[in-house]
């Protein structure tokens, strides 16, 4: 085809250049933010992002998927950082360092994370999806913990360390969307602390050491 003949061709169909599932997710959030979670389709995502509603599925395998893609990414970040982790570092000051890391953020990005907890933990289509996800996380501290124990995974103590850390884990990701004073991982490293000292004094328990 000649430069004169591409100039006459149309244009082709599909997707905008340039989008993305990342693209995809923060029209989403977006939305969900403004509409509500249960009022927000997936044709409506796709309409403001320019891609058939086919191309979203390839992307997301559903709509409460969206809200999980970064939290997924979080556990294979968990993963690799607990594979990395010296052996001289014990167990709950590994788990800590590894967990608070995995969380570091931009300041820009505050308000879009807090969007997504918020609505991961009101929205109950959202909520009602979280199963799976909690699982993986918790699995790859238990996986962890079962390593440097000698035991497996699902054995009691490594299934113990892994659900307690999530579980105060969510504890932190909730007071500080509701508190929206200070950065995420202050939280997340003051609960875990806590969670290796029994819950003896370690800081303030109204939210992190500044």
Known sequence: MTPDEQD??????????????????????????EQGF????????????????????????SKSAVLWYQFDGEVERLRLAFSQVADDVE????????????????????????????????????????GPHYDAWERAVSEFAGRRMGQPADGLFP??????????????????????DSDLTGYLDLALRALSAGFAPVGSESGPRR
């Not at 927000?40 to 390839?58: D, L, N, P």
Request: proline fraction near 4%; charge should be positive; hydrophobic fraction near 50%.
């Open 8 to 33: 006459r061709a149309p244009a082709r169909r599909g997707r905008p250049l340039g989008t993305s599932p990342r693209a995809v997710e923060l029209i989403a959030i977006r939305l969900f933010t």
């Open 38 to 61: 249960e009022e927000t389709t997936v044709e409506q995502i796709a309409a403001e992002a320019g891609i058939s509603r086919r191309t979203f599925f390839r992307y997301f395998e």
């Open 91 to 130: 167990l709950m000051d590994a788990i800590r360092q590894v967990v608070v890391a995995a969380n570091v953020y931009l300041a820009q990005d505050a308000p879009e994370l807090r969007a997504r907890m918020n609505l991961l933990g009101t929205a109950p289509g959202a909520q009602a999806s979280a």
């Open 159 to 180: 299934l113990a360390i892994g659900r307690a850390t999530l579980a105060v884990c969510r504890a932190a990701f909730d007071r500080w969307v509701i508190s929206a």
